[in-house]
């Protein structure tokens, strides 16, 4: 009588299953084969949930690709780590990013990589990160690009992660401008937290002599190099007081950079093109110590510089090696226009041979102006022209 009773049982649910989702592409249900462990609840719950869910997640990936600009492949790929229940919140955030000067763009860009910030209350949670940002001086702008770059800034805490963080850059002799940099540049650390490695770092920098304001030096304009390991940053370290670099200056926090990661494959490569136009061992290292990013340019630029200096204007590649920032500076802004002026003036013998490539080439503009243009205006009235572009040197 028992089993009779549960297959009457079986048969409402069945009839009851067909009536509700006549309408319906059919489904099939899995049912324990044991009638004592039939549920009538557990049958009827599942089409329910699985409709649901597979609803949400259409229309998660509909809002991802319409309201977010993300590919129809990113949308289903974020799509399998969040669902949106409806479009309220999500639509509170969006216009809450428009009002704080995201392109659409840039929006994407945020929820390629952080999706799940549709789903964070707007006022609550993402609005007082951004006015705290704000208040530091950072640009609209600038905090735009941060958050496409960085977006899970926003999901950070600002009490736990973001506030003892600025506290700690801002004891680190970190100006509020400086902290906006550090934002601008590596905003990863508002990410990760000062606690994990940069804490460890900055102790063992400390310990190996590096004085606060080569520190803050590092933090501001080479923060990769405080992502090391703590061991292959001692291990640098002692690489480049090998060198023969004054733990004290800036210079030796520039060459912990340049030697820093990936870096260490294009100083080798610079090396190698270096000496292509002659230079050796001791003039790769003189160059090294007196300008570390010398060591890390593309080697197209490397190459065009040298054979404008070299061939062109006809500097030795030793005269370069003494002054290797000339490397960094750009061809077609600094470079040709201050050379320009000085052919002329070498072809109207108005200024001997005997200078050097650093007195051309580095001095600001004001200064360049004064000594290499305006002096001799009234023998080369188009000078001025040339250094512009305006005229080539043959007319001049």
């Known amino acids: 009588m028992v089993l009779f009773s549960n297959f009457k049982h079986l048969r409402l649910a069945s009839s009851l299953f067909s009536y509700t989702f006549a309408s319906k592409p059919k489904r099939f249900v899995s049912v324990d084969p044991n009638p004592s462990n039939f549920s009538l609840p557990n049958l ?19 809002y991802l690709i319409n309201s977010c600009g993300l590919s129809p492949e990113g949308a289903v790929s974020a799509s399998k780590i969040f669902k949106l229940r409806s479009p309220e919140n999500a639509d509170s955030v969006l216009a809450l990013l428009r009002n704080h000067g995201l392109s ?45 770059r960085k977006p ?12 003892p963080t600025y506290d700690f850059l801002r004891s680190m002799l970190l100006s509020e401008k400086n902290v906006v940099t550090v934002i601008k540049r590596s905003s990863w650390i508002f990410v990760e937290g000062h606690r994990k490695q940069l804490v460890r770092n900055v102790g063992l920098l400390r310990e190996l002599g590096m004085p606060q304001t080569c520190i803050a030096f590092l ?6 190099v405080l992502m090391l390991n703590p061991e292959k940053l001692g291990k640098l370290v002692g690489e480049v007081k090998e060198m023969g670099i004054n733990v004290e200056n800036t210079t030796f926090a520039n060459a912990l950079h340049t030697l820093c990661g990936n870096n260490k ?9 270096y000496k292509k136009w002659g230079w050796s061992e001791d003039d790769v290292l003189s160059a090294f110590k007196r300008c570390p990013s010398c060591m890390i340019m593309s080697e197209q630029k490397l190459m065009q510089t040298m054979d404008f200096l070299v061939n062109k204007m006809g500097w030795s590649s030793g005269m ?13 802004r600094r470079l040709i226009p201050r050379c320009s002026v000085v052919k002329v003036l070498l072809l109207k013998g108005l200024i001997n041979e ?32 040339v250094y512009q572009g305006k005229v080539d040197i043959q007319d001049a």
Request: net charge positive; proline share 5%.
């Open 320 to 332: 370069i090696a003494k002054y290797p920032v000339v490397t960094n500076l750009s061809l077609e």
């Open 44 to 62: 009827l719950y599942r089409p329910f949930t699985s409709k649901i869910s597979e609803t949400q997640h259409h229309f998660t990936v509909n």
């Open 354 to 385: 005997n200078f050097n490539l650093g007195s051309v080439v580095i001095p600001a503009e004001k200064q360049f102006l004064e000594t290499f243009v305006n002096r001799y205006l009234g023998k080369v009235p188009q000078l001025l022209n």
């Open 104 to 148: 659409e763009t840039q929006i994407s860009k945020v929820f390629r990589s952080a999706p799940k910030i549709l789903q964070l209350d707007p006022q609550k949670i993402l609005l007082p990160k951004i006015e705290f940002f704000s208040s530091l001086g950072i640009s609209r702008e600038d905090l735009a690009k941060a958050l496409a």
């Open 265 to 273: 494959l294009v100083w080798n490569r610079s090396c190698e093109a």
């Open 152 to 163: 899970n800034l926003l999901v950070m805490s600002l009490r736990n992660r973001i506030r």
């Open 219 to 224: 933090l501001t304009h080479c923060s990769s």
